[in-house]
T-cell receptor, first 114, second 114 residues
Framework: DAEITQSPRHKITETGRQVTLACHQT?????MFWYRQDLGHGLRLIHY???????NKGEVSDGYSVSRSNTEDLPLTLESAASSQTSVYFC?????????????FGPGTRLTVL | AQSVTQPDIHITVSEGASLELRCNYS??????LFWYVQSPGQGLQLLLK??????LVQGIKGFEAEFKRSQSSFNLRKPSVHWSDAAEYFC????????????FGAGTRLFVKA
């Protein structure tokens, strides 16, 4: 069965370190998204991609970067981790191009920055 | 700007009782609306969606939602709640400003008591 996976599931790091969260989907979806989930805020969009070599900034992109070198993966990098980036991070994908479609979510990565 | 409001942070219902979760949106054009459910420690799963047509939409797990344009609402309902429905529920609207991006409400946590 097709799926979307995230790794690691839990990560503890220190302020100032670079951290990369992996997202891999086997749906062959064009669109991929990264969200962070914080209490009281729901999910907020960090970055998204409509296809290989395409990346776009979302609502809360400062301090984060992504790259899309193939269809399956969209790694999220925190260049210099800050305590404010402690959160749960979700990756999602959807099939269509730049149109409305259902998103399929990974299980999440809980990141703690000390 | 587009926004989604879920007025209830948490709701407690008895098993077997009916449920209604409220969602109000702010959107200038015809909205694309979604309800997602998140079980503890998991990613989000689509319950149902509204794009056009019949304003009463059926979803998985016995849920339904009704789109009311005059009230800018898309409330989620279930006639008889099961203990397994305890989870967090997110309403979302798709914004087509600068590409199709999903805007999530802050979520409503549902508790089910025996």
């Amino acid at each position: 069965d097709a799926e979307i996976t995230q790794s690691p599931r839990h990560k503890i790091t220190e302020t100032g370190r670079q951290v990369t969260l992996a997202c891999h989907q086997t749906w062959n979806h064009n669109n991929m998204f990264w969200y962070r989930q914080d209490l009281g805020h729901g999910l907020r969009l960090i970055h998204y991609s409509y296809g290989v070599q395409d990346t776009n900034k979302g609502e809360v992109s400062d301090g984060y970067s992504v790259s899309r070198s193939n269809t399956e993966d969209l790694p999220l990098t925190l260049e210099s981790a800050a305590s404010s980036q402690t959160s749960v991070y979700f990756c999602a994908s959807s099939e269509q191009g730049r149109t409305v479609d259902t998103q399929y979510f990974g299980p999440g990565t809980r990141l703690t920055v000390l | 700007a587009q926004s989604v409001t879920q007025p209830d942070i948490h709701i407690t219902v008895s098993e077997g009782a009916s449920l209604e979760l409220r969602c109000n949106y702010s959107y200038g054009a015809t909205p694309y609306l979604f309800w997602y459910v998140q079980s503890p420690g998991q990613g989000l799963q689509l319950l149902l969606k509204y794009f056009s047509g019949d304003t009463l939409v059926q979803g998985i797990k016995g849920f339904e939602a009704e789109f009311k344009r005059s009230q800018s609402s898309f409330n989620l309902r279930k006639p008889s709640v099961h203990w397994s429905d305890a989870a967090e529920y997110f309403c979302a609207v798709v914004s087509n400003t600068g590409g199709f991006k999903t805007i999530f409400g802050a979520g409503t946590r549902l508790f089910v008591k025996a």
